[in-house]
């Protein structure tokens, strides 16, 4: 998961394009980009959506939260056209994934048994920011945790939440290293947040570069022209690679437990982080952060 993109879930149109896009994962929303007036047909609209063709990207829906009535609504509707996972909205903390998870159990089909994903946004309320750092997120349908700062800025009464050159502030930089920690410790996928201006592609490039260097394994879109730029800065680098083969030849010519690389030291987290990274550009798991750029032992 390294792009996830939103689309409305009434407009047909995105649903296409966002379907037809590379996203790792597009996001149908039920939830703040659809009026209340509009939620009947956008379920309508989200349920035909999954009922087609399942080629192209994982679908995950996003619905309303667990303190409206439209959550079970949404549920109710949704799960029997088996999404592959739902993404809640302004959690207030771990027990959150707890209900909705009863709610799923009720409504999803037998053969889909256990396989629908939950992935939270866990900084959209004060208190599910703060329980990131005091209890445990670990639930068997948790594939990730996502942090937002738009919803939290208006939960804690902030006028800004970047400074004047763009950089997030100390709250909503902590609810991001929060977010990275939490599901870290819950063994689930950090998803950085949405980089609203999307026509500013450097901007994002820089988050996102940022992003997988501390831990990030995913950042979320809103646009299509942001996803070939998050699933390039989500994958290895050249350098990387190169670095990660030379690590594990030495390794293995070296038969010990710490050996050197250019002078370097190098022992059990590197040798870790050289498979994280090969594994990653063969497609599997994504690597903890961009691993050791700028960081001693790594000498492009
Ligand atoms: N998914 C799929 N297609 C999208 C898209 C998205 N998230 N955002 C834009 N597009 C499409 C547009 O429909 C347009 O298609 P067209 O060329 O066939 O007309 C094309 O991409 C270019 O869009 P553009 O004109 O640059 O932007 P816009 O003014 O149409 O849309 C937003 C801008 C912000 C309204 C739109 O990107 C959007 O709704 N994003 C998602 C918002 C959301 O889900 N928010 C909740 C999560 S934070
Ligand atoms: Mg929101």
Redesign the pocket.
């Known amino acids: 998961m390294r792009s996830l993109?939103?689309?409305?879930g009434n407009?047909a149109?995105?649903?296409a394009?966002?379907t037809a896009?590379r996203a790792d994962v597009?996001?149908l929303?039920l939830?703040?980009?659809i009026h209340p007036d509009a939620k009947p047909e956008a379920r309508r609209l989200v349920v035909e959506t999954l009922a087609g063709a399942s080629t192209g990207p994982r679908r995950f829906v996003?619905v309303n939260s667990l303190d409206t009535a439209w959550c079970r609504e949404d549920v109710e509707a949704i799960l029997p056209a088996a999404p592959d996972g739902l993404v809640l909205p302004k959690s207030s903390g771990p027990e959150d994934v707890i209900r909705l998870s009863e709610f799923v159990d009720r409504h999803e089909p037998r053969a889909n048994k256990g396989a629908t994903g939950i992935i939270v946004v866990c900084t959209e309320t004060p208190s599910s920011t703060l329980s990131l750092a005091a209890k445990s997120w670990r639930h068997p349908r948790l594939a990730g945790l996502m942090w937002?700062g738009?919803d939290l800025s208006a939960a804690i009464g902030a006028t800004a939440n970047r400074d004047d050159q763009s950089r997030y502030t100390a709250p909503f930089l902590m609810a991001r290293n929060l977010c990275l920690l939490a599901a870290r410790a819950a063994g689930v996928a950090p998803i950085d947040a949405?980089f609203?201006d999307?026509?500013d592609g450097d901007g994002l490039i820089r988050e996102a570069d940022a992003a997988r260097r501390d831990g990030f394994s995913g950042k979320?879109?809103?646009?299509?022209?942001q996803v070939e730029i998050i699933n390039r800065c989500f994958a290895p680098t050249d350098e990387e690679r190169r670095w990660a083969g030379r690590v594990i030849a030495a390794f293995e010519s070296g038969g010990k437990g710490a050996v050197q690389l250019d002078g370097v030291m190098l022992d059990a987290p590197h040798l870790k982080q050289a498979r994280l990274i090969l594994a990653a550009s063969q497609g599997g798991m994504t690597p903890v952060g961009r691993l050791l750029r700028g960081h001693p032992p790594f000498k492009p």
């Open positions: 993109l939103f689309v409305p407009s149109k995105m649903i394009k966002a896009s597009i996001i929303d939830e703040d980009a996003r937002g738009e949405v609203t999307f026509r979320a879109a809103i646009h299509p022209s």
